[in-house]
């Protein structure tokens, strides 16, 4: 059987640092955009127990590669003892704050969970995640979410239709070292979400006048200090709309109100810089491929 899966990128669209716990990690707010571009997952099942996993462009030892560290820890936590064979088409920049590795992670969870028929619920499979790292839960829910914690508590939310333009600037950024340099500012006080909530029943809305008033990024004048290059994309892209760093970077991005009009700013962009288009969704492609081929059962 071959089960082929998309792993997508996201953005953050607010990103608030408000503390630091005893173990080091960050308390933070954060808005998941769950964009419908990204990676590719293709899985196959094999006669034994081996998991091999062609990663394609991506340069990592198989150990390290968080696919293959997905299949292992679900093998360990249900006791399923099958194989498969994984081949990845990576299309998202590594290190670029656009989630590439978590959100293979995820799809490699959800996806063995379906070939195995390990039959784990949600819930169990985003603990999982998050043993594999903080980004890691948002994909394996698949709902555009508003984050607190470390970025594991979630709540989803729904925004308005977005196209984003997101530029690539050459050079990758370690999350750990910005979440360990002393210059990071983390002083930023909580938003509630509560008030918003009122008499309306489903999803909170967050509309454009109120991400346009809480955008902004923590991370994001420390990162320009490291990486001057990143500054200048931003800066760049800055002319033609309020431009902004996601996640702890490299990659810098703007939203437009059409595909087109995104697209017109990424045709002017310089040689030296690589981008793409992408719009914003509410539900992870991940999933809505799931329910189709469940639907077709
Ligand atoms: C801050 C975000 C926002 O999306 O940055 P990006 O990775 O997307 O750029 C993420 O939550 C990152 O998630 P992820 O990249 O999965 O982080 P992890 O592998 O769990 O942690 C990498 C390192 O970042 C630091 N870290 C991460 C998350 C957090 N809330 N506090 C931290 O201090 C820790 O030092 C950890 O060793
Ligand atoms: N399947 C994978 N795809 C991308 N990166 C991976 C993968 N598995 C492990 N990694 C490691 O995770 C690191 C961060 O990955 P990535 O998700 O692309 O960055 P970010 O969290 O900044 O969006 C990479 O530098 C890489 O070493």
Not at 108 to 124: F, K, M, R, T, V
Not at 172 to 201: C, K, N, W, Y
Request: hydrophobic letters at 40%.
């Amino acid at each position: 059987m071959i089960l082929q899966l998309p792993a997508p990128a996201k953005l953050n669209l607010i990103l608030r640092i408000l503390g630091r716990r005893p173990d080091g990690y960050h308390e933070l707010q954060t808005l998941f955009q769950l964009l419908d571009f990204g990676d590719s997952l293709e899985f196959e099942t094999r006669e034994n127990d081996r998991i091999s996993v062609d990663a394609g462009t991506l340069d990592i030892p198989l150990q390290d590669n968080l696919i293959y560290r997905a299949a292992q820890l679900l093998r360990q936590h249900t006791g399923c003892n099958k194989g498969a064979h994984i081949r990845l088409q990576k299309n998202l920049p590594q290190g670029g704050g656009i989630g590439g590795g978590s959100s293979d992670a995820a799809t490699a969870l959800l996806g063995l969970n379906y070939l195995w028929q390990c039959n784990l619920p949600i819930d169990a499979l985003a603990e999982l995640g998050r043993q594999l790292g903080a980004d890691v839960p948002v994909f394996v829910r698949g709902r555009t979410a508003w984050a607190e914690g470390v970025g594991e508590k979630l709540t989803p939310v729904a925004t308005e239709p977005r196209h984003y333009l997101v530029l690539v600037p050459n050079c990758a950024v370690s999350t750990a070292a910005v979440f360990g340099d002393p210059r990071l500012t983390r002083d930023s006080t909580a938003i509630t979400l509560a008030a918003l909530r009122e008499g309306q029943p489903g999803d909170i809305r967050l509309d454009s006048e109120w991400l346009e008033r809480h955008s902004g990024n923590d991370c994001q004048a420390l990162v320009e200090k490291l990486h001057p290059e990143i500054r200048a994309a931003r800066e760049w892209l800055q002319q033609f709309a309020k431009a902004q760093l996601t996640g702890t970077g490299a990659c810098v991005f703007a939203a437009f109100d059409s595909a087109q009009a995104a697209s017109d700013v990424l045709a002017k962009l310089p040689a030296k810089w690589s981008g793409f288009v992408a719009a914003g969704v509410q539900e992870s492609p991940t999933h809505r491929q799931l329910a189709k081929i469940a639907s077709t059962l």
